[in-house]
Each structure stands twice: as structure tokens, then as C-alpha cells.
DNA sequence: CCAAAAGTGTTCAGCTTACACCCATGA
DNA sequence: TCATGGGTGTAAGCTGAACACTTTTGG
């Protein structure tokens, strides 16, 4: 016997789920929009979303939706919200629940974008998105900026091997702000989880610039014993 | 012609909302828990909760659900998190969105709770809950102990006049750890948005403590000027 | 008069911030 | 050789943490 029979009295909704999409470039913060040439919103800008299948979860779900769109797997994502307005989908009743992904940006299939429509667009360039669209992408950002403050995630936006002139932009790029170079190199590397290389990237300057390793062991150790990343 | 046409390949389900009620007592932190006598969960220990009509907003079923709960209305609120594992329900998919609320624990009709079998329980000494309802906790208190940092909300669960050393048990019972009285009331009493009353308290104490209040408008106002609360 | 809780300041260490010049290299 | 971005140190001010005694008053 099952218990669904206690809930026949309520009824049921659609629920998709939205994923806002985070990548860096080097210069800027850049999110992935769908030019929508599907129905509902035909021709409109969007949020990469979907439905929720019956036997996955909501992390599944989310994976699912960001692997189909850009190739890649193993994404770091967070779930952030969920937006219940009765009319936010003029067409339907649908919950839908917010989910921010940061990828490097450098494995994104570009050939993707013509079979999703999906093109990237710096944060601070963001159209007028379908039905409540911006708001999502709005919280999105405000999540990830509480995030990044306290956890190593803005390191998911950078190749494994890394500049801090790159670091430093990036942080940048997040806020909107300018921030010190010798301020932030000295808290940077106070945190001793970051690893020095041999190597240098040439390709932003002549003299080059030291790339740098995340050592996520370290910074493992240190989280066991009470340490706080802070940025 | 509506658009809810484009939807009909897809699947629809339930959709639930948990409320993790907090309130403080003077000495402790409690939440309210229902002992539920009716199906599903018979005689399990569960969180207050219900499930979402067609009309209304998240944040409509969450005032509803607290307000038939508890009979307060205008009761402060934060979703926090949404819960879609394909089994936490065994007895059908339901995805349920978790809410936090802060009340004020004088104001709570007692009578409710014979209604409800509703009782408080320490949020130290919580039972075994039915479903993922131990993690939908679990993560609601550390979601609350993440904003009281930084926003004054701590003050929804004090009544409007409060003595500086009931703030501070409050705030020690969040965080279950011992704060230093006078750090404590420096720094409280730094940010000009407390304003000390001519009465005291003579509850706890014979000699008696002073009452202070809020100053929402100052606080605001600080804020508008890029002020943040932190504790 | 005494028990019990309220109230009060200072010092030290460490962190944050502001700030300017030399270095390495490819073109 | 010069333009461009990479790399470095210090001083001043501020903030957080540690710490102990006096006050008030009802019983």
C-alpha cells in the first residue's frame, strides 16, 4: 500500500529549474543566454533551464541541464533559490528552482552555442530576460558574491593553473571594484594554499607572470582544523 | 489560447513547504516540532508544514502555514533552501521548499499547541524527525546563524524592549558559545542603532537591567549610506 | 549583609589600508 | 630603449580579544 493516498487532495505543479551560468574570460564575469527559437518565449532572451525528470533529483536535474548545454561534466553548481510567483509564467503554474554553475569558461564547446542558441554576455550587459528572468539572474549574482567571500569556489572560474594578476582580476570581476595589487597578493598568499610553479605565463605580459596552483589538500587540512577562507 | 500547451510533455508533482520555526526563550533557542497525529508520519516527529495551493505565492504558503501554526501574523521569514530527493518523501515525489521564521516565543498562542500537537523542543535536543526532515533543519539553523551575522534579525525573536544581557544570551544560544560581556556591549552599543529606555528590566536580576530598543529608521538610514551590520 | 547579576576601560597584538618604485622582456 | 605589466615593503590606524573589579538591591 502506498501513502500517495493521503495527498490526493492537493494538487500538483510543474517545476522546472534555472541555471545561471558563471564563466570568466580574464576580463570580465560572463553569463550564457539562450536566444530562445522554441516555444514558450520564442525569440526571447533567457536563462538555460529545464524540467525536473520523475526519477532524478534536483542536483541531477541541474548536471543534466548543464551537461547537455556545455558538454562539459563534474561542474561545480549551487543551488541558490527557488521562485514561486503564481503568474511568473504567464502560461502555466511553474515553480522553478535557481541553480548558479561557474565552469571554465576555456572548455565550453563553442559549436554548443549554435545548437542551443546559447551566447555569452558580459554581467554587466544583461538584456531584458523572459517572464522573471532577471531576478533570478539578479539573486544569482548576489549569492555567488556572499559565496566567493568565504569559500575558494571563484578558483572553478580559472584553468588549474593560474596567474595572481589573473586571480586578482577575477575577484575584480565579481565585484565591480578595483582592489589593491600588493594587498591582495599579501593576503593571497598569507593563506599558504597556494602554490607557487616554475612556469610562466607569457601570454598577457613580456616579463610573464608566475602561474599558481590551488593545493585543495592543504586548504582541506586547514578547513578540519577551524580555518576560515576569507576574502 | 494559453501556453501551458508547450508544457504537456512534461511531468507535474507535488510541492510542499517546510517551516523551521525559531524561537528564544530567554535562555535557549527552540523550534517548534509537531508530533503528528494524522497520516502520513503517524506519531513521528515531524516540521510544521503543508502544501501549496494553486493561488499562492511561496511566501503566501509560508505566512499561511506559520500564521494558522502559531496565529501571529507578520512574522519574519526566509526561504533557504529547497528539498528534491526522489524518495525523502517514500510515499510520493514531493519537493518540499524549506522557510525559517523568527518569532517572538511570548506572543505564541499556547492554546495552539494542543491544537497542532505542536510543542518546543531545544535546538540542541532534537528528536529524530520524519523523512529528511533532520537535514532540512540542520540546514535552516546554520542558513540563520549565516544571515544573523550580518543582519539585525536576531531581534525578531526579542520583544520590542530588551535588555542588553538577554541580547546577549541570545546570540550565545544561536551560536552555543560564550561571548565576553564587555566586547559584547562595546560593540553592540558602537553602532548608535540601540537606544538605551529610562525603565529596567527587574525580572532577572535585583539590582535590575536596563531596556533598550531598536532604532529601525536609524538603522536604515545607515544602511542607505552603505552601512553593514555585523556582529 | 550577602548573593547575584549589571555595568564599566585599558592594553596588546594582529590586521587592514594606503601608498611608489624597480624589474624583466619583447617589440 | 621603451612601453607594458609583474613584483615587492612599510608605516599608521583600527579592530578584536583578553581580562577584574565595583555597583545595586532584594531577600
Redesign the pocket.
Known amino acids: 500500500m502506498t501513502k500517495a493516498k493521503y495527498y490526493i487532495n492537493f494538487k500538483k505543479y510543474y517545476v522546472a529549474l534555472d541555471c545561471v551560468i558563471f564563466g570568466f574570460t580574464g576580463e570580465n564575469l560572463e553569463t550564457i543566454l539562450i536566444k530562445r527559437n522554441f516555444q514558450p518565449g520564442l525569440g526571447a532572451w533567457a536563462l538555460p533551464g529545464g524540467f525536473i525528470e520523475p526519477k532524478e533529483s534536483l542536483d541531477k536535474a541541474s548536471e543534466r541541464i548543464l551537461t547537455t548545454l556545455t558538454g562539459l561534466s563534474d561542474i561545480y553548481m549551487e543551488q541558490f533559490y527557488t521562485f514561486g510567483e503564481v503568474n511568473r509564467d504567464p502560461g502555466a503554474r511553474i515553480i522553478s528552482v535557481g541553480y548558479y554553475a561557474l565552469i571554465k569558461i576555456d572548455d565550453y564547446g563553442k559549436e554548443l552555442v549554435s545548437k542551443h542558441n546559447a551566447f555569452r554576455r558580459k554581467i554587466t550587459n544583461i538584456p531584458k530576460l523572459m517572464f522573471d528572468h532577471n531576478i533570478i539572474f539578479e539573486k544569482a549574482l548576489e549569492q555567488l558574491r556572499i559565496k566567493v567571500k568565504n569559500r575558494p569556489i571563484g578558483l572553478e572560474l580559472l584553468p588549474e593553473k593560474f596567474?595572481?594578476?589573473q586571480l586578482q582580476k577575477l575577484y575584480e570581476s565579481i565585484y565591480l571594484t578595483k582592489l589593491?595589487?600588493?594587498?591582495f597578493?599579501?593576503?593571497i598568499l598569507a593563506m599558504d594554499i597556494f602554490e607557487k610553479q616554475k612556469e610562466?605565463d607569457?601570454e598577457?605580459?613580456?616579463?610573464?607572470?608566475?602561474f599558481y596552483k590551488f593545493n585543495k589538500q592543504e586548504y582541506n587540512k586547514l578547513v578540519a582544523k577551524g580555518y576560515n577562507f576569507?576574502l
Do not use: I, M
Open positions: 596567474t595572481l594578476p589593491d595589487k600588493r594587498n597578493r599579501k593576503k610562466k607569457k598577457s605580459s613580456k616579463r610573464g607572470a608566475f576569507e
